[in-house]
């Protein structure tokens, strides 16, 4: 299938080619903004002061608008049970963290082969609330728990690791999770060979639309969502535009 823009006079925003299929998602997601912009935005300025304070052993991934729009889909969906795979320093997991933290219920669950994630997030914020495991997740497979409430992926963006989870971690994850993909749409299409193309393939297999942010793939969603932020003086916590996550939900 060639994904390009619609060519039937449809508004670029009904982007429904790829399986993408944001108009009733922006709605949805514009919607989180004002019911939660206030709390989100304490949650920015808090993010901003961690980045600052860390600055020198914390590197951060997650863009402004895909961890904002992660933050909101988990205070709405208030999960029990959260999966981070790929913590890195922890920015993503301290988003993930603070919206369990302010939801004042659900655990998170975190893998990565590297555990500089301990030493960043701050002890009051992991709380009770937070456990992670070092170590390659395809070992860990059997201890995740079975009844996750939404699925975070940030790990390894090669076509290998993508198959290896969509064969054997997707299946484990009740269907009807919100799963999100990072580092998919960096450009207007996946990149060939990667987690992101295997991962959207997959999806299209299926017929299960995907929601993005991403700038280069979907602008006019970056756009709108910006005005939204713009509207309700949210400015994002390290002014990263990219956003190249994906959403879907499990078949
Ligand atoms: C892009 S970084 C994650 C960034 C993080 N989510 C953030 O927002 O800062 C990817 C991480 O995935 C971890 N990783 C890659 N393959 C993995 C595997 N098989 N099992 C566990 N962790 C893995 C890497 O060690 C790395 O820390």
Not at 49 to 73: C, G, K, S
Not at 196 to 213: C, H, I, M, Y
Request: include cysteine.
């Amino acid at each position: 299938m060639e994904c390009d823009a619609p060519e039937d006079g449809r508004p670029a925003l009904i982007d429904t080619l790829c399986g993408v299929q944001n108009t009733d998602q922006l709605e949805f997601v514009s919607g989180l903004y004002r019911k939660y912009g206030s709390d989100l935005a304490a949650v920015i300025e808090q993010q901003r002061e961690f980045h600052a304070a860390n600055r020198a052993r914390m590197t951060p991934q997650l863009d402004d608008i895909e961890a904002e729009v992660t933050y909101l889909r988990l205070r709405e969906l208030r999960p029990d049970k959260v999966m981070e795979l790929g913590t890195f320093h922890g920015w993503s997991t301290t988003w993930l963290l603070s919206a369990l933290r302010d939801n004042g219920t659900g655990h998170l669950y975190s893998y990565d082969r590297i555990d500089n994630v301990i030493a960043n997030v701050p002890a009051d914020l992991a709380g009770q609330r937070w456990t992670f495991t070092r170590g390659d997740v395809q070992a860990s497979l059997d201890e995740i728990p079975r009844d996750l409430g939404y699925l975070f992926v940030d790990a390894d963006h090669g076509r290998r690791f993508g198959q290896w989870y969509l064969a054997h971690l997707f299946p484990i994850v009740p269907s009807g999770t919100t799963v999100s993909v990072h580092d998919v749409f960096h450009g207007r299409k996946a990149r060939a060979w990667s987690e992101g193309a295997e991962v959207v393939s997959w999806l299209e297999a299926r017929d299960v639309p995907l929601f993005t942010a991403a700038r280069k793939r979907t602008p006019e969603v970056f756009e709108a969502l910006n005005a939204v932020r713009a509207e309700l003086g949210i400015e994002g916590a390290r002014g990263t535009t990219k956003n190249p996550m994906i959403w879907f939900t499990l078949p």
